[in-house]
């Protein structure tokens, strides 16, 4: 067969012209990258051989061989693992086929030099193989894989392309050889190489030889780091096993490692990253937990161990309890997965407590990293609901900080019987709500929810410590019988009009607007607006409405019409109560300014005008000739 060249996806070549400006100062990780791989593919062909033992056939001890050529600088690393033919080349060397891809090499050329900046985001992303053309004019992988007869020779500088031709390799697996550039002659050095694989691989679960003329030096312990004990293990080592794990850059924010034994034995080995994964929100993600049974790789597909409300978490468990021929077919019903799912739904929730508890600055980083994504929980997990809830932070109008449920209620007011809510689109657009302005006058603390999920889980949840969730944009505002500061209720009543009046304006409001609302009524919660839209009790949060409405979830009937509040103590309420009063509630003049009103409370919830030509007419006319 010819040689056949491809171009990379337009993604790819942009991230790797990233890559090696972004990482000059840590090139040596692309080691690291590059034996994480070879051992992954050692683990799946093991796996594999469980069903199929042919492919093993000849050769069933796994190892990592790296090898130095320092008159040619190439640094070759070599496995026996599962070996890939020609479309997996190019589905895994020529594209990167992630939603949201080309939105994050756009914002790595943006950031430019900034390298702290683009080192974090890279870490999010995780570039694994690509990371080789930090240090290389030209990249070959040679492969052949397990139960095939026909090998593969992948080559590229790293510039735009990539070819593939047929080759020739003994045996099963994967080399791959890294030319290296003239001033990165360092990593053909034998004793650079050794700390590398000492520093950053040592807990490889698979041996790693380094070939020196006839003779082949272990490198690393090469037993899983899992099952060591904690006392024996650095955090240093805890951190690179993170990497290997994640193919992440940071750090771990916390490390949860315990075992289990009883009537069910395991053990897990878990992390939580310091900063938030790119594909956190990708609804094709996969969970990045990896199921091992007696030290085995079964899956790293976790959703049967791991709910998707903790999809954050990087690690592994290893069961000495389940069966090494599990399949995917019983994995997801077989009920010790299923003790085993309870558990560490446990252990990760205790965790979390705990420092939640310890350390409030600590915690408010995994909050703004992961809190959107824990609440879905909520909404999920019914029988978790009670440990996730005393987790939760949120924004409110006490400050810029975040509070808890627990400390919410500490601090309601006397006569205050709710916990009350406002949802939004961002914190910025929700703050200027008008329906706040009369929980701000009192000093009502408003939870400010700004995550799509916060539609779902709160009418689910319904109430905290026998404490109900209230929108204050739905059903009445019940300020009425909760005290100020002063420990007395406010005179709600001060400087507005006549309440006979308001109920005249109101009945003449109705004639005007019809059906356009559900009713019309005076506000308890405006006291600078003069106009506000709230959902009646029982009906869709206007929020909520809003969003199945756009992803065209809205059943028919189900979309509600709004009340309208009127604040009778706003100039231009009194104004046009007044303006009733002395017309013998008569509404002719009424009609422009009522559906003015009507389209403004509407723009202050976001939503279009439908007849924005009649609005910018009426708004003209009324600024011209003013009432009557």
């Not at 309890?321 to 077989?334: A, G, K, P, V, Y």
């Not at 100020?484 to 409001?509: C, F, R, T, W």
Request: net charge negative; glycine share 8%.
């Amino acid at each position: 067969m010819s040689k056949e060249t491809y171009s990379f996806e337009t993604e790819v070549g942009k991230l790797l012209d990233i890559v090696a400006r972004s990482l000059y100062s840590h090139k040596e990780i692309f080691l690291r990258e590059l034996i994480s791989n070879a051992s992954d593919a050692c683990d799946r062909l093991r796996y594999a051989a469980l069903t199929t033992p042919d492919l093993i056939e000849g050769g069933g001890e796994f190892k990592i061989l790296l090898e130095a050529d320092t008159e040619k600088r190439i640094l070759s690393i070599a496995d026996n693992g599962i070996g890939m033919n020609k479309d997996d080349l190019t589905e895994t060397l020529g594209t990167i086929a992630r939603s949201g891809t080309q939105a994050f090499v756009d914002q790595l050329a943006q950031d430019g030099s900034d390298e702290e900046k683009n080192l974090a985001m890279i870490g999010q992303f995780g570039v694994g193989f690509y990371s080789a053309f930090m240090v290389a004019d030209k990249v070959e992988v040679l492969t052949r894989k397990a139960g095939d007869e026909k090998a593969w020779l992948w080559s590229s500088d790293g510039k735009g392309e990539y070819t593939i031709e047929e080759s020739e390799r003994g045996e099963r697996g994967t080399t791959v050889k890294v030319f290296l550039r003239e001033d990165e002659k360092e990593f053909i050095e034998s004793e650079r190489v050794r700390h590398i694989v000492k520093a950053h691989s040592d807990h490889i679960g698979i041996p790693i030889y380094l070939a020196e003329g006839d003779k082949e030096e272990k490198l690393n312990t090469a037993s899983a780091l899992w099952t060591r004990s904690k006392s024996e293990i650095k955090d240093e080592q805890y951190t690179e096993f993170y990497h290997h794990v994640s193919h992440n850059f940071d750090d771990p924010w916390l490390t949860i490692h315990n075992q289990v034994e009883g009537v069910l034995s395991y053990t897990n080995l878990l992390f939580i990253p310091s900063s938030r994964p790119f594909d956190l929100f990708n609804p094709e993600r996969k969970l990045h937990v990896k199921l091992y049974v007696k030290r085995v790789f079964i899956t790293d597909d976790s959703e049967g161990i791991i709910p998707g409300y903790l999809r954050f978490l990087r690690g592994v468990v290893d069961s000495e309890d389940l069966s090494l021929n599990i399949s995917r077919e019983t994995f997801q019903h077989d009920p010790k997965i299923t003790k085993i799912r309870s558990g560490l739904i446990k252990r990760v929730l205790g965790e979390l407590k705990k420092k939640a508890d310890k350390s409030a600055d600590e915690y408010k980083t995994f909050w703004e990293n992961f809190g959107a994504v824990l609440k879905e929980g909520l909404y999920e997990d019914a029988a978790n609901r009670d440990a996730i809830l005393p987790l939760c932070r949120f924004h409110s109008t006490r400050g810029e900080g975040l509070v808890s449920l627990d400390e919410y209620i500490a601090a309601m007011k006397e006569g205050q019987e709710a916990i009350y809510t406002i949802s939004g689109e961002n914190l910025e657009s929700i703050r200027q709500s008008p329906q706040l302005e009369g929980f701000k006058a009192k000093g009502i603390e408003v939870l400010l929810l700004d995550d799509s999920v916060d539609d779902f889980w709160v009418p689910s949840v319904g109430q905290y410590q026998e404490k109900p969730f209230k929108s204050v944009t739905q059903g009445g505002a019940d300020l009425a019988n909760i005290k100020d500061a002063e420990g007395k209720p406010k005179d709600d009543k001060k400087d507005q009009a006549d309440d006979a009046d308001v109920d005249a304006l109101i009945a003449a409001l109705k004639v005007a607007l019809g059906d356009k609302v559900k009713d019309i009524r005076s506000s308890q919660r405006l006291t600078e607006s003069a106009v506000c839209l709230v959902a009646d009790e029982g009906d869709l949060d206007i929020r909520l409405e809003k969003m199945l409405r756009q992803h065209n979830q809205l059943q028919e009937g189900m979309a509600s019409k709004r009340i309208l509040e009127i604040n009778p103590a706003h100039p231009t309420i009194t104004r046009m109560a007044a303006f009733v009063k002395e017309n013998s509630g008569a509404v002719d003049g009424l009609n422009e300014a009522a559906l003015l009103l009507f389209d403004q409370a509407r723009l202050l919830e976001g939503e279009t005008i439908d007849d924005t030509a009649a609005f910018a007419r009426r708004l003209s006319r009324v600024i011209e000739k003013g009432l009557g």
